[in-house]
């Protein structure tokens, strides 16, 4: 079993692919699989957070880059920024995570919030995602890694 203890840069080429959906990125301990089907032990800081276009060390050398899988989520636009505002509100007064884009936010798949946001009148739509959702504000200090400017989503919560 490959074990990964540490991140590398961003710069550097990939050897293998790491696929999971959010829920399994927020964990540091972890014993999963590599797209080639190669187990893989990862022990990473408490509180580690993976985001898609990471790049991690194994212990033998290779890099493994992490790859957001797609899963279940809804896409939310709106006809006015006022509108998907009202939507961010609703959503995040239920502690909902939430994926934040230029003029739509991302959800997790969830029936009962669909109900809500039909009713507050935005467009939502199902699709199958990579799903990054927003760090938080009170998750601890954020820590980037690699290029900022073009990969600003990579952030990881340190408690």
């Not at 972890?30 to 893989?40: F, H, Q, S």
């Not at 009170?138 to 408690?159: L, M, V």
Request: glycine share 12%.
């Amino acid at each position: 079993m490959l074990l990964v203890e540490q991140f590398c840069s961003t710069e550097q080429p990939a050897d293998e692919q790491l696929v999971l959906p959010f829920e399994r990125r927020q964990k540091s301990r972890l014993r999963t699989k590599l797209a080639t089907g190669e187990e893989v032990g990862l022990f990473l800081p408490r509180g580690t957070i993976l985001r898609g276009g990471d790049r991690l060390q194994g212990s033998d050398g290779r890099v493994v880059l992490v790859v957001a899988a797609p899963e279940p989520s809804l896409l939310v636009t709106a006809a006015s920024e006022r509108e998907l505002a009202r939507a961010a509100y609703h959503l995040g007064n239920r502690h909902v995570p939430l994926q934040v884009g230029d003029g739509w936010l991302r959800l997790g798949a969830d029936y009962v919030l669909r109900d809500m946001l039909d009713g507050l009148g935005v467009q939502v739509r199902e699709e199958a995602a990579p799903f990054e959702p927003e760090a938080g504000a009170y998750g601890g200090h954020a820590h980037r890694h690699g290029d900022e400017e073009g990969h600003s989503g990579i952030i990881h919560e340190f408690s």
